[in-house]
């Protein structure tokens, strides 16, 4: 079961004594649900999952991510100072229609032997900012154990830390583990290629389960590491901490292969899990309106990141408040 914070409302819940309103126009979606007045939801009458996927499993694992570019080199990257949000930003602004399962971080070329690409949705994004607010708003810190910096090696090869993250789930344990490639040093040049293999020993049954046989035919290679909301949520703590400090360090933010909602997307991404449904013929509900799974709130914050651009949504800024002090109360 969910703990209270994080429970969102039943169908039953979002319709009662509320009024609906309709859109079937993908691209307008963000000025829908931005602009649902009180006692209203909005109904989407429109298939969401492309054709060409049975469903949206197959969607999330098989679908076109944004590419993030990587640079060619170290050297190039360090002299075009092409830090990861810097490529990030503009994979986003260039990025073509709204049918994105996520986007998708791939390591330099001859750095490391861990050639797996990061895979990255904008749902867990979310997700991760709202484990780190519920740590900090009721008592559950997502803490950072021990940094393992010392070593010569760290400055080139990341950090090792130990993070520890509250459950969303009743009478879980919390997930006690490791972030390796983590940049706290920025003034080595291999630390631009240390960002893009950023990993974690965390294990639960999702993360487990996250893999994939491509396409025959496709030229991409089967083998990804999907990021989950625990894991961002200990990183974002660690970019909190470091920069709370006598000394402010924002190598891990400079460095971050995620990116920070906005003040906007916590607000898109509350009205997305508490006031839209989906109109589904095969559903077995009387109206045939069901709650959004996953892939559909994935490629409604693509739409509101089509519309608002990289800089209004997943790049967070002092006026949108401080990090840990989101509001999740559902809109």
């Known amino acids: 079961m969910q703990k209270e914070f994080f429970k969102t409302p039943t169908l039953a819940g979002i319709v009662r004594n509320s009024e609906p309103v309709y859109t079937s126009r993908p691209y307008l979606f963000p000025e829908r649900v931005m602009g649902l007045q009180d006692g209203q939801y909005?109904?989407?009458?429109?298939?969401?999952?492309?054709?060409?996927?049975?469903?949206?499993?197959?969607?999330?694992?098989?679908?076109?991510?944004?590419?993030?570019?990587?640079?060619?080199?170290?050297?190039?990257?360090?002299?075009?100072?092409?830090?990861?949000?810097?490529?990030?930003?503009?994979?986003?602004?260039?990025?073509?229609?709204?049918?994105?399962?996520?986007?998708?971080?791939?390591?330099?070329?001859?750095?490391?032997?861990?050639?797996?690409?990061?895979?990255?949705?904008?749902?867990?994004?979310?997700?991760?900012?709202r484990i780190l607010c519920y740590g900090h708003q009721e008592g559950a810190e997502v803490a950072i154990q021990k940094k393992y910096d010392d070593s010569e090696r760290a400055s080139k090869d990341g950090a090792v830390v130990h993070a520890s993250v509250p459950s969303r789930r009743e009478k879980e344990p919390r997930y006690d583990f490791r972030m390796r490639s983590v940049v706290l040093d920025m003034n080595d040049p291999s630390s631009f290629a240390a960002a893009n293999n950023f990993a974690t020993d965390i294990s639960f049954?999702?993360?487990?389960?996250?893999?994939?046989?491509?396409?025959?035919?496709?030229?991409?290679?089967?083998?990804?590491?999907g990021m989950y909301a625990p894991e961002i949520a200990a990183y974002y703590k660690l970019v909190h901490n470091e920069l709370h400090t006598k000394k402010p360090n924002i190598a891990p933010l400079e460095m971050s292969i995620f990116g920070f909602p906005t003040k906007l997307t916590t607000d898109f991404y509350k009205r997305?899990?508490?006031?839209?449904?989906?109109?589904?013929?095969?559903?077995?509900?009387?109206?045939?309106?069901?709650?959004?799974?996953?892939?559909?709130?994935?490629?409604?914050?693509?739409?509101?990141?089509?519309e608002m651009g990289y800089n209004s949504t997943f790049f967070r800024k002092k006026e949108d408040g401080p990090l840990m002090d989101v509001n999740w109360k559902l809109l």
């Open 42 to 129: 909005l109904v989407v009458k429109a298939r969401l999952i492309p054709p060409r996927y049975r469903n949206a499993r197959k969607f999330l694992k098989h679908g076109e991510f944004v590419k993030v570019a990587t640079p060619e080199s170290i050297d190039s990257a360090v002299e075009g100072h092409l830090s990861p949000w810097k490529m990030r930003g503009t994979a986003f602004d260039s990025a073509r229609g709204i049918y994105h399962p996520g986007y998708a971080v791939e390591p330099f070329k001859d750095y490391k032997n861990d050639r797996r690409v990061r895979t990255i949705r904008l749902v867990e994004l979310c997700e991760g900012l």
């Open 272 to 306: 997305l899990i508490s006031r839209v449904v989906m109109y589904d013929l095969s559903s077995s509900n009387p109206e045939k309106i069901r709650k959004l799974n996953k892939a559909e709130q994935e490629i409604m914050l693509w739409a509101l990141v089509n």
């Open 205 to 225: 049954p999702a993360k487990s389960w996250d893999f994939r046989f491509n396409y025959y035919d496709s030229k991409e290679d089967s083998d990804t590491l």
